[in-house]
């Protein structure tokens, strides 16, 4: 069974920066795909960025060229650095993790003040 803690969420004002990280524990293999997921409430979870074990990244618009997604496969480790933060920005961040099945963190919170 895998398990995805994450962390790194926080309060941070506009402009600033933080990075986020999920380790996947009990996989005894690179897992295909990471990523990062975000929810507002009232509005579904939308996707934030993943990538996979070879590295391909994909990435919201609203996002691209101020987040960068990474990990180590070797560790199942994916990050999130997250540059320029917006009020927008501000939700509930999530890590996936998926190899025919799909595993979630427990979420992380993250708020930028205006």
């Known amino acids: 069974q895998v398990q995805l803690v994450e962390s790194g969420g926080g309060l941070v004002q506009a402009g600033g920066s933080l990075r986020l990280s999920c380790a996947a524990s009990g996989s005894t293999f690179s897992i295909p795909v990471m990523g990062w997921y975000r929810q507002v409430p009232g509005k579904q979870r939308e996707l934030v960025a993943i990538?996979?074990?070879?590295?391909?990244?994909n990435y919201e618009d609203s996002v691209k060229g101020r987040f960068t997604i990474s990990r180590d496969s070797a560790k199942n480790t994916v990050y999130l650095q997250m540059n320029s933060l917006k009020p927008e920005d501000t939700a509930v961040y999530y890590c996936?993790?998926?190899?025919?099945?799909?595993?979630w963190g427990q979420g992380t919170q993250v708020t930028v003040s205006s």
């Open positions: 996936k993790a998926k190899s025919g099945i799909t595993w």
């Open positions: 990538i996979t074990s070879g590295g391909t990244t």
